[in-house]
């Protein structure tokens, strides 16, 4: 269970990382540098990645059978990841 909250605080976690910069930008119309949108994002989808790992982990343990969507879509996010830092 404690896992699972884990995943949730993470998941939120990356949710405001997105929403709490576009808001600031939407409300006082001043523009943010690049630099941070990217390391926003970029952070977001560490986030993201981490609540993900705990999720097929979790599953994996419970149902003892491995989880191979899961681990497609942590090896999908990270090639994602990779590619945005390296550009």
Same mark, same amino acid.
């Given at each position: 269970?404690?896992?699972? *909250?884990?995943?949730?605080? %993470?998941?939120? #976690?990356?949710?405001?990382?997105?929403?709490?910069?576009?808001? #600031?930008?939407? !409300?006082? &119309?001043?523009?943010?540098?690049?630099?941070?949108?990217?390391?926003?994002?970029?952070?977001?989808? #560490?986030? !993201?990645?981490?609540?993900?790992? %705990?999720?097929?982990? *979790? *599953?994996?343990?419970? &149902? @003892? *059978?491995?989880?191979?969507?899961?681990?497609?879509?942590?090896?999908?996010?990270?090639?994602? %990841?990779?590619?945005?830092?390296? @550009?």
């Amino acid at each position: 269970m404690k896992n699972n *909250k884990l995943s949730l605080i %993470l998941y939120l #976690i990356a949710v405001l990382l997105i929403f709490i910069p576009i808001s #600031i930008v939407l !409300v006082t &119309d001043n523009a943010f540098n690049s630099f941070y949108s990217e390391i926003f994002v970029n952070t977001a989808f #560490i986030f !993201v990645i981490v609540g993900r790992i %705990l999720t097929v982990v *979790k *599953k994996t343990i419970a &149902d @003892r *059978k491995v989880q191979w969507a899961g681990i497609g879509s942590i090896t999908g996010l990270l090639i994602l %990841l990779v590619w945005e830092v390296l @550009r």
